[in-house]
């Protein structure tokens, strides 16, 4: 058995708790802590057998019982809490980013090698974890589509964020489409070595007006010279539209949108289905339970995650590369981050 620590019970952090209660058995949740503690999150987490709920994060790190912790805290405070937790010999889940800093998450990574105790180490790209993108990606695997020489990823929320959140996210090549550059990588099991990115407001003038887009497009060059692409929108009026594709020499794979169902109305009117799953929860509920039980799966095992921290760097220098090719509208290498 393995006793976690939850540190912030926002709405991420409930997420991983409640994945944990209803389908990690192996692993077993000790203490949950956020400065902004709500009474109603504290009585749920009493409810449900959760015995220490803390506003101070350092309750959880002094307790010698607690093996891991989840990192679920503002997006400011991953590279702290993630030194703080491997200082008091932790086993780490960081949601992602570690940090919008590639010095930062170089601390960390040196942290890690610098442990005296073996630590696991696991980033929260849950789209990895997806039963679609997995699918996707063994069929990858398996050969089924020969060499890759294409990938298209597209991402469409179903509603814009408040134009304050653009402002500190760090971008919408950041905070939203670093999952879906980090895809990129996971479905072609190739390195991108080149990005040229294109952004346009057409959504909310508020998110201009903050220094972001809401609407954009990434053309990538892939290590063996494949092509890729990337189309993300903030503002999908039908729900959350993910998709994905890669395309070879043997064939091509595709995956759809999952829905409330597969049902097909076809009448006087037309042949309807149904609308995308609404929002990431609804999306991803499955595939958040699926990489915290890999994550506790390592610990019990002794072995490292597939996602790991170079993943998360890695994520990092990607953002970074089209933040700065949109900026300068030209296409920019990695290797210039």
């Known amino acids: 058995m393995i006793n976690v620590g939850i540190i912030g019970a926002g709405r991420i952090g409930?997420?991983?708790?409640?994945?944990?209660?209803?389908?990690?058995?192996?692993?077993?949740?000790?203490?949950i802590a956020d400065p902004y503690m709500k009474p109603a999150v504290a009585e749920w987490a009493k409810s449900v057998g959760i015995e220490g709920v803390y506003e101070d994060y350092h309750k959880i790190l002094d307790d010698a019982r607690i093996d891991a912790v989840l990192i679920c805290a503002?997006?400011?405070?991953?590279?702290?809490?993630?030194?703080?937790?491997?200082?008091?010999?932790?086993?780490?889940?960081?949601?992602?980013?570690?940090?919008?800093?590639?010095?930062?998450?170089?601390?960390?990574?040196?942290?890690?090698?610098?442990?005296?105790?073996?630590l696991i180490y696991q980033v929260g790209f849950n789209r990895r974890y997806d039963h679609n993108y997995?699918?996707?990606?063994?069929?990858v695997e398996d050969g089924k589509i020969g060499e890759v020489q294409y990938v298209r990823v597209s991402s469409r929320d179903p509603e814009p964020p408040p134009a304050e959140y653009a402002a500190v996210s760090g971008g919408i090549f950041m905070d939203m489409m670093i999952h879906d550059?980090?895809?990129?990588?996971?479905?072609?099991?190739?390195?991108?070595?080149?990005?040229?990115?294109?952004?346009?407001?057409?959504?909310?003038?508020?998110?201009?007006?903050?220094?972001?887009?809401?609407?954009?497009?990434?053309?990538?060059?892939?290590?063996?010279?494949?092509?890729?692409?990337?189309?993300?929108?903030?503002?999908a009026v039908y729900g959350y539209d993910q998709r994905g594709e890669v395309f070879g020499s043997k064939g091509c794979a595709t995956t759809q949108n999952d829905t409330a169902s597969n049902v097909v109305l076809s009448n006087v009117d037309g042949v309807t289905g149904e609308k995308p799953l609404w929002f990431f929860l609804e999306r991803y509920m499955g595939s958040y339970q699926a990489e915290v039980r890999e994550f506790i799966e390592c610990i019990l095992k002794d072995e490292q995650p597939?996602?790991?921290?170079?993943?998360?760097?890695?994520?990092?220098?990607l953002a970074l590369a089209c933040n700065k090719s949109l900026k300068e509208n030209r296409p920019v290498r990695v290797d210039e981050i």
Not at 15 to 27: C, D, M, W
Not at 199 to 222: N, Q, R, Y
Not at 306 to 317: A, C, N, P, Q
């Open 181 to 235: 550059l980090d895809m990129v990588r996971y479905l072609s099991g190739e390195e991108v070595v080149e990005v040229y990115a294109q952004g346009a407001c057409l959504i909310d003038p508020a998110i201009g007006e903050a220094g972001d887009v809401d609407t954009c497009t990434i053309t990538m060059k892939l290590a063996n010279g494949a092509l890729a692409t990337v189309d993300g929108s903030r503002k």
């Open 306 to 317: 597939k996602t790991g921290i170079e993943d998360g760097l890695v994520s990092i220098k």
């Open 74 to 118: 503002s997006t400011n405070l991953h590279a702290q809490i993630s030194l703080e937790a491997i200082a008091a010999g932790k086993h780490v889940f960081c949601e992602k980013p570690i940090d919008q800093s590639i010095e930062k998450i170089e601390q960390v990574k040196a942290a890690l090698a610098a442990s005296p105790k073996k």
């Open 134 to 139: 997995r699918a996707l990606r063994k069929a």
């Open 14 to 31: 409930q997420v991983h708790a409640k994945s944990i209660l209803t389908g990690v058995p192996e692993a077993r949740i000790l203490a």
